[in-house]
Antibody, heavy 123, light 107 residues
Framework: EVQLVESGGGLVQPGGSLRLSCEAS????????MNWVRQAPGKGLEWLSY????????KYADSVKGRFTISRDIAKNSVYLEMNSLRDEDTAVYYC????????????????WGQGILLTVSS | SYELTQPPSVSVSPGQTASIACSGY??????VSWYQQKPGQSPVLVIY???KRPSGIPERFSGSSSRNTATLTISGTQAIDEADYYC??????????FGTGTRVTVL
């Protein structure tokens, strides 16, 4: 059974940093692409970052490019999101989501989602 | 950047059909997926590749796409279908894009 479990959220001051983790089980990370998606309170879904099944392709939304870094540890079957220079508007529930294929090529969708983890950026 | 637009809300009576539109430039050139999100829960995939249902999703959920609009249809809507629905597509420049979301209310 595929499961994704996020951790590492919490309260951070503006300008601070935090790393989110997503531990995957039920499949090896190198078979599927992985993504981070967030949802601000009362708002819609926003895709943030992508890492391909091989790890060689990484993408970011413009809103987080240069501040957030996606990475993974195959041995721990985990994906991470390193977040720097955090702003009030980064306050959201952050989801880890599995892409249905190894690499996105125009027909990508998210077949499994984690339960989400809350990040609050506030002084 | 690529954008997908949905109506903020759709109301439907139990047993009737709910249709949710998702509009984007040349959307029929892209594959569209749909996600259902109930309050306090994670999104769940209900339609992928425009019109395919994952296993476990009821047959009353269907999808279609034409020109600039994709549509999620819920036939014989039930109270348990009350949720937010998001369309999603992949664009070579913007990468993953979600629609603005539609709240379906079953009256």
């Amino acid at each position: 059974e595929v499961q994704l479990v996020e951790s590492g959220g919490g309260l951070v001051q503006p300008g601070g940093s935090l790393r989110l983790s997503c531990e995957a089980s039920g499949f090896p990370l190198n078979t599927n692409n992985m993504n981070w998606v967030r949802q601000a309170p009362g708002k819609g879904l926003e895709w943030l970052s992508y890492i391909s099944g091989g790890g060689g392709t990484i993408k970011y939304a413009d809103s987080v490019k240069g501040r957030f870094t996606i990475s993974r540890d195959i041995a721990k079957n985990s994906v991470y999101l390193e977040m720097n220079s955090l702003r009030d508007e980064d306050t959201a529930v952050y989801y880890c989501a599995r892409g249905h294929v190894h690499n996105c090529g125009g027909d990508c969708y998210f077949d499994y989602w984690g339960q989400g983890i809350l990040l609050t950026v506030s002084s | 950047s690529y954008e997908l637009t949905q109506p903020p809300s759709v109301s439907v009576s139990p047993g009737q059909t709910a249709s949710i539109a998702c509009s984007g430039y040349k959307l029929d050139d892209k594959f569209v997926s749909w996600y259902q999100q109930k309050p306090g829960q994670s999104p769940v995939l209900v339609i992928y590749h425009d019109n395919k249902r994952p296993s476990g999703i009821p047959e009353r959920f269907s999808g279609s796409s034409s020109r600039n609009t994709a549509t999620l249809t819920i036939s014989g809507t039930q109270a348990i279908d009350e949720a937010d629905y998001y369309c999603q597509a992949w664009d070579i420049m913007t990468f993953h894009v979600f629609g603005t979301g539609t709240r379906v209310t079953v009256l």
